[in-house]
């Protein structure tokens, strides 16, 4: 009975201290603070970005307004591909969710890389499987077990300035076309010499 009652209260224990320390690994959005500065410009300007061709500059440094050591906690930068509202109507997987592990509307990791003091930037080519919509970027500072602690934007909070509109490739690849291609001759040379096998075959049999 004693060690029945040992195991109970054992496994109530544990189920509480992993409780708690679940509870402490959800990131919020809401509990993120604004304090990187962002932007994304393109390279060309006017237009609909094309897909696995336009490059975009993006940048990123800790805003000016920010506090000494408010990124004290920073480890690592990550830079996403975020939808607009635009192209989130009717589309519930790209529905934005306070829960950031839940949060469908940023899917498109763009880079990851480690924290520097000094700002940073990269030339971007848009993916060639990013669909077409329009986006926003966004870069989350997290810490040194990858939760989110802190966030910046090239959009205002509502998401509805600096957006840009990319077209995405539709229709066949060439290199899918060739692949077909070659699978069809492939095809037919099979057919070709399995029907002349057997009419050799027929053949035989008719002189036996």
């Known amino acids: 009975m004693a060690v029945q009652t040992f195991l109970f209260a054992s496994l109530i ?3 509480s201290i992993e409780s708690n320390h679940g509870a402490t690994e959800v990131s919020l959005f809401t509990n993120l603070e604004n304090l ?3 932007t994304a410009k393109p390279t060309r300007v006017g237009v609909v970005w094309e897909a696995g061709k336009d490059i975009v500059r993006i940048t990123w440094m800790l805003k000016s307004s920010a506090k000494v050591n408010d990124d004290a ?6 830079v996403k591909l975020c939808y607009a509202p635009i192209s ?3 589309r519930p997987w790209r529905k934005t969710h306070n829960e950031l592990s839940r949060d469908r509307s940023c899917p ?21 499987e990013t669909p077409t919509g329009t986006y926003f970027i966004r870069a989350y500072g997290t810490d040194v077990n990858g939760y989110e602690v802190a966030y910046g934007q090239s959009s205002d909070a509502e998401k509805t300035t600096n957006l840009f509109s990319v ?7 060439t290199s ?3 692949a077909s291609i070659c699978f069809s001759v492939f095809s037919f040379g099979s057919l ?7 009419k050799r075959k027929a053949k035989l049999q008719q002189r036996k």
């Open 13 to 15: 224990i544990f189920s």
């Open 36 to 38: 990187l500065e962002v």
């Open 73 to 78: 906690a920073f480890k690592t930068v990550e």
């Open 88 to 90: 989130q109507v009717d």
């Open 108 to 128: 498109h990791k763009i880079v990851s890389k480690p924290y520097d003091k000094i700002p940073q930037s990269l030339n971007w080519t848009i993916d060639r």
């Open 167 to 173: 077209e995405g490739i539709s229709g066949r690849h």
């Open 176 to 178: 899918l076309d060739i």
């Open 192 to 198: 070709l010499v399995f029907l002349v096998k057997e």
